[in-house]
């Protein structure tokens, strides 16, 4: 189903100050992110609705205004490009507070994500990010489990440094309410059991960032059976806060083998963002071809500064 039409209508609504226009007759425009489960559930693109009515919203004030979170993802796909990293080039682009995860003294885990979201609550958007994999901000001492966790994708911490989108109310409510660094540009996911491709335009329409790869072969997983995790820190306001995201993984596959794996940095934010790590080679290539997700609302998080 196209992403948009030429012929689409378009309505104005208002985030914390802010008009944004959306889909007329979309998800957003219907229901304000109080969604009817049922009639989302007859949608062709999803697989069920289970994995959401576990997860009742609540209504929140925000700086975006009241809302109700989660944020419900029905139907997504998601790459991610998981690469190695000297710990110095990591720790010169994390705040004072956070700290590398590293695989061995020295090395850290860095990331280039891609994801598409073919039905949720803020409609149809397309999404890119370069994300630093970091310690748990109360961690104290890092345990096996939490390292083994980073690895699998399953239970991550993070830091991204590029957030771009393909829609407005994915900038603002990302941007104002979340506090990521989220901007609106071209940005183009293809993924399907065979290829994944991804392309990020710059200011001049030019490539930032591409992505050409093998799409790694896919597990169909029951709804509810593998459910992972990502925490992201922000600061809003000056103030830490961590945001849960909780992804209900349908059909997905792994691989070590980068071989058929093409990354194209070209001239951009993204691109500058990735450089500045100094990636060193890449470890591993996670491929969602079908998956769900509920995305809460930031909430205030100590943290503890980093050990010199």
Known sequence: MPSSSAHQDFVTVVLGGREVTVPGGGLYDRYRMDPDLDAIARDPRVSGVDFFRRLPKTRVDSPIGPTLTPNFYYALASARLTMLAPSRAIRARLPEELSPLEVVPGLGLVSVMFFRYDVCDIDFYTEAAVGIAVKPARHGRLGFFDLVSGLKNEHLHSYVLSL????????????????????????????????????????????????LADTPPQKSHVSGERVGSLTSYTAIDGAWHSTLNQTNVLNA????????????????????????????????????????????????????????
């Open 253 to 308: 596959g792994t691989t070590r083998s980068t071989s058929g794996v093409s990354l194209q940095l070209g001239e951009g934010r993204m691109s500058d963002d990735l450089r500045s790590l100094r990636p060193k080679r890449a470890i591993r290539f996670d491929v969602m071809t079908e998956g769900q997700a509920a995305l809460h609302m930031p909430v205030p998080t100590s943290v503890q500064s980093r050990s010199k």
């Open 164 to 211: 771009p989108v393909s829609t407005e109310i994915a900038q603002v409510r990302g941007h104002d309410g979340y506090g990521f660094p989220k901007w609106v540009t071209g940005l183009d996911v293809g993924i399907d059991r065979h290829r994944t491709t991804a392309r990020v335009a710059n200011d001049l329409g030019g490539v930032d960032l591409a992505l």
